[in-house]
């Protein structure tokens, strides 16, 4: 049979909890207790957070990284936009793909506050396309604008030219808010088939957090791995393979 | 420390048990030689197969579809027989003239005497009457002068050439499980696979030998890596969506396809049954990271069981427990090797020790593993992909093709003597095969045309 609680037992866990709730009160908290309160003590207004972040170097080359370090008092709950939820003091090595802002947040008892460091990276650019017909469709400006990231032999990692094109990509996604864009996986022929949807969905996933980490909202893109079942080359050669071994932006409609 | 370990061998296998103890005994006797791509043993000469003879079978009416049934019939036993890899079958030519149809019409000394030299005898006959073909089959013991008869079955089926090789199937399912140390036969199993058309891969079936090759799926899409239940009613696949490639589901008794939610998103591919049918494994890129995971057969209670960064795919039960998972995953080196586990994703072991691994296959005793592999390869290597063997208590190998171009998605028979396979000289999708071997390599031959890829062959 489950026992219930008696009164009696109520009574006397209400008791503890009240004295409980008046010792821990007392360490800090000068003032009466109110009895009635079985939760947790008030605590006193608690002091503001604070916080700072730097970064060093502040400008880099495309593919460099800069260690990020912070600092801050008094918060509970600490993250920094992109990255998400950190220690209250720590350092992290990132190697942003294009100039980005690092916004930390910090949330205490005694309200939030923010720091920013901005971190500039250096992308080569490449000679700028004549300026854009006035009538030309989104679809051909993005073509324009937009590249495909490349991929080493059996690699799923950005090597610069990708991380290059992932930059591009990110700069008109964010000069462009409202398109969404599919982003698809692919290999060359050599390997074996299921293999090689993995491994495209892993290249395809390389792109998407690389347009995250520069600001692209996750919600405005879609992952697809074709493998090797799509093609863009079918020569048996390695320019054929390179053209394959891709993570392609497309508009999604 | 492999690398001592190394002992391709190729010898012609008599029956399962057979096979594996001299395999086992093969390798612990060689294991002090290097690699070799070739090694022959002369264990093909010493081991004798049963000397088996089939009879053309007897006309029984003479009725006008008795002819074209009956040589369905005969082409089918013979092939079957012949291809069970348990056999040394009579040569046609070496035959008696005489086609007995009955117990009473067969002289058994003409049968085992040379050149026949027979040691077992089918024969039997065939006739269409009433609407029905009917069939009497019989194996004697060609040696056994008192009591030859080892079996006698009859068969009656509406006539057609579908059912006339059915029978066939039948009876050499009888007589190899007579025979083959009491394994089922597999000359009633089917093999799924993909076929190439017009852009699109649909999911076929065909009989074990090739024959009655039909659709499946016909949905306008790509459609890859069938894999049917221990059960043979559904077929669970994956299929490029709108939303990448998901596992679907076909069952073949309400001859559509079923429900199969893939609630997780993210591509979702390689589905595997286990031997109890109530799970599937399937590698899930649902976290952002292609991982093995494990849904039951409706796709709910779906749980990871891998968690490194990299491809994890492939994953296939072992078909004896069902407590273990062999799968290919990328972790740690850049190729994609070979790997088991236990099936809460405990117990990780490496099986291969380089190079580039595919499509494992367990066989049906749980102690072999099948798998693509290509030891070399790499950006200008010289490597092949080929079908390897590998014992796994002692990782120790066999290579089973050799110099015949791309090799990939080796099946295990459920009678364990047999492996179907994919290739192509020249490694395009447009000409693979799919091809058969006995799991020594030996008796390789094609079962379709081009365009066929992905073999997956029945649990029975």
Known sequence: ?253 | MLRSTRTPIAHSARQLRQWIAALALLLVTTSGLHAQDWFKTETSSGASNIRIAVADFKPSLADAQTAALKSTFDATLYSDLANAGIFDIVSKSLQPQTTPGTPNEISLPQWSNAPTSAAMVAFGALGVQGGKVTVNGYLFDAKNTQYPQVLAKQYSEDPSEESARQIAHRFADEIIFRLGGGVPGIAETKIFYVKLGGGTKEIWAMDYDGANQHPITKLGTVSISPRISPDNTRVAFSSLGNDGFQIRMFSLLLGRMVNFPSSGGGTNLSPAWAPSGKELAYSSSRTGDPEIWISDVNGGLSRRITSFRGPDVSPVYNPRSGSQIAWISARSTGLPQLYIMDTDGSAITRMTDGGYASSPSWSPNGQFLTFAWDRKYGPGAPGGRDIYVMEIATKRWIQLTHDIGPCDFPSWSPDGRHIVFANAADGKDAHMKIWTMLADGTQRRALTGPGADMPNWSWK
């Open chain 1, 1 to 253: 049979m489950k026992a219930r609680p008696t009164i009696r037992q109520a009574l006397a866990l209400a008791s503890t909890l009240a004295i409980l709730a008046a010792v821990t009160g007392c360490h800090k908290n000068k003032s009466g207790v109110n009895p009635a309160s079985l939760g947790p003590a008030p605590a006193a207004p608690a002091a503001a957070p604070t916080a700072a972040i730097t970064a060093d170097p502040l400008a880099i080359d495309l593919g460099q990284s800069v260690v990020l370090n912070w600092r801050t008092q008094n918060a509970t709950v600490v993250t920094i936009d992109g990255i998400g939820e950190v220690p209250a003091n720590g350092t992290q090595t990132v190697a942003p793909s294009s100039s980005t802002n690092f916004h930390l947040t910090a949330k205490g008892d005694g309200g939030s506050t923010e720091a920013n460091v901005r971190v500039t990276v250096r992308v080569p650019v490449a000679p700028t396309a004549p300026a854009p017909e006035t009538d030309m469709t989104s679809e051909a400006l993005f073509k324009q604008n937009v590249k495909d990231a490349f991929f080493d032999f059996d690699s799923y990692e950005l090597r610069p030219d990708a991380a290059a094109a992932t930059a591009g990509a990110a700069t008109f996604l964010l000069a462009h808010p409202t398109l969404k864009i599919v982003i698809g996986g692919y290999a060359d022929e050599r390997g074996s088939a299921e293999y090689n949807l993995a491994l495209g969905e892993n290249r395809a996933n390389a792109a998407r957090t690389a347009l995250v980490n520069a600001g692209v909202p996750a919600n405005r893109l879609r992952v697809i791995s074709f493998g090797k079942e799509k093609q863009f080359c079918t020569e048996s050669n390695e320019e054929c393979w390179q053209q394959n071994r891709r993570a392609q932006f497309s508009i999604d409609r």
